[in-house]
T-cell receptor
Framework: AQSVTQPDIHITVSEGASLELRCNYSYGATPYLFWYVQSPGQGLQLLLK??????LVQGIKGFEAEFKRSQSSFNLRKPSVHWSDAAEYFCAVGPMFSGGYNKLIFGAGTRLAVHP | EAGVAQSPRYKIIEKRQSVAFWCNPISGHATLYWYQQILGQGPKLLIQ????????DSQLPKDRFSAERLKGVDSTLKIQPAKLEDSAVYLC????????????FGPGTRLTVT
């Protein structure tokens, strides 16, 4: 069955520290992979996505993620966290075909807290 | 480019009452999605439209939930009658249908059922 696992429910880091949020997926083939961020009271905003090519992808707000096929992982990283990064982060997978059937499967999310 | 619009942003109702949510997707987006996000969980797809046709409604509780997308643009999600467990954020998203495009989300409607 297709699934996404985010092993860390809560993570707390100090401002300026580095960050890595883990994501593992189970899928029948190589999927498209996404990271979304959700600030309190807001909808989900796309941070970055991977579908082919370079396995290290850059996103908005200084985030990057690395696709590792052998580990079925797509971990999100940021070298220096800012207080405004406190939010909930969701990893999602989707099928590699077009036609409007881009159904996404989401992980349960990781809530990030940032200490000053 | 205007994003996905949703209204209302917040709604409080009593159980057994009915409620409706409205969504206007990004202009030109053929695919529209409704998600339910219960506190502490990731979004769960309720229904997916391609233009004005339903692609997937396998997780929609059809005894109380209904949705429509007349004319292939705006969409309405209705709950009748509401239960306590329907308390959640209801997110609308849209996409243009390109492979790997991802989805664009609205701000959501937070529903509290008392």
């Amino acid at each position: 069955a297709q699934s996404v696992t985010q092993p860390d429910i809560h993570i707390t880091v100090s401002e300026g520290a580095s960050l890595e949020l883990r994501c593992n997926y189970s899928y029948g083939a190589t999927p498209y992979l996404f990271w979304y961020v959700q600030s309190p009271g807001q909808g989900l905003q796309l941070l970055l996505k991977y579908f082919s090519g370079d396995t290290l992808v850059q996103g908005i707000k200084g985030f990057e993620a690395e696709f590792k096929r052998s580990q079925s992982s797509f971990n999100l990283r940021k070298p220096s966290v800012h207080w405004s990064d406190a939010a909930e982060y969701f990893c999602a997978v989707g099928p590699m075909f077009s036609g409007g059937y881009n159904k996404l499967i989401f992980g349960a999310g990781t809530r990030l807290a940032v200490h000053p | 480019e205007a994003g996905v619009a949703q209204s209302p942003r917040y709604k409080i109702i009593e159980k057994r009452q009915s409620v409706a949510f409205w969504c206007n997707p990004i202009s030109g987006h053929a695919t529209l999605y409704w998600y339910q996000q219960i506190l502490g969980q990731g979004p769960k797809l309720l229904i997916q439209f391609q233009n004005n046709g339903v692609v997937d409604d396998s997780q929609l509780p059809k005894d109380r939930f209904s949705a429509e997308r007349l004319k292939g643009v705006d969409s309405t999600l209705k709950i009748q009658p509401a239960k306590l467990e329907d308390s959640a954020v209801y997110l609308c998203a849209s996409s243009g249908g390109l492979a790997g495009e991802g989805q664009y989300f609205g701000p959501g409607t937070r529903l509290t059922v008392t």
